[in-house]
């Protein structure tokens, strides 16, 4: 049974950091892009960055280029987010996706499996 858990959200002063993790288990993680999405209250769950499987290039949506960074450790099983200089508008839940045929990685139906999310608030 494969399982994505989430964790590292919270509570942030906008300019604040946090660190998003996502464990991963039931499947061959070297052999899984790795994503994070989020969806905000009344909003479509949207595409925030990615990680390839073999040589660890990454994707990220404009609006955190240069504030995100996503990374994975495939001996733990393991991708994070690091988040930085948050802004109100980075409020959400934010999930984590596992696929291992990737075509486009901003779409969800490319990504098999999800975990539950965690929230991320930031306070103005």
């Known amino acids: 049974q494969v399982q994505l858990v989430e964790s590292g959200g919270g509570l942030v002063q906008a300019g604040g950091s946090l660190r998003l993790s996502c464990a991963a288990s039931?499947?061959?993680?070297?052999?899984?892009?790795m994503g994070w999405f989020r969806q905000a209250p009344g909003k479509e769950r949207e595409f925030v960055a990615a990680?390839?499987?073999?040589?660890?290039?990454?994707y990220y949506t404009t609006s955190v280029k240069g504030r995100f960074t996503i990374s994975r450790d495939n001996a733990k099983n393991t991708v994070y987010l690091q988040m930085n200089s948050l802004k109100p508008e980075d409020t959400a839940v934010y999930y984590c996706a596992a696929g291992q045929t990737i075509l486009v990685v901003t779409l969800k139906r490319d990504y098999n499996y999800w975990g539950q999310g965690t929230q991320v608030t930031v306070s103005s």
């Open positions: 039931g499947l061959t993680f070297s052999s899984y892009y």
């Open positions: 990680i390839n499987r073999s040589d660890g290039t990454t």
